[in-house]
């Protein structure tokens, strides 16, 4: 996967909307009802957005460790 494909992946999580459980959510929209509204399914479904990001962030960070070892 070329690095601009994993920065596309990153700001897609954050910002567009993704697939959990076969239904689309934002993280901003999640965010609202969690901590505006109160909903406390929308707390799991930002927990699951926070893992998907930080698996693409551990990815990202490897690979950036291994092209630095390469130059």
Request: avoid cysteine.
């Amino acid at each position: 996967m070329e690095y601009l494909d994993k920065y596309d992946l990153l700001k897609k999580l954050i910002t567009n909307e993704v697939e959990i459980d076969g239904k689309m959510y934002t993280l901003e929209e999640e965010f609202d009802k969690f901590f505006v509204k109160g909903n406390k399914t929308a707390g799991r479904r930002i927990r699951k957005f926070m893992q998907m990001i930080r698996r693409s962030a551990e990815e990202i960070r490897q690979n950036v460790q291994e092209y630095k070892k390469a130059i």
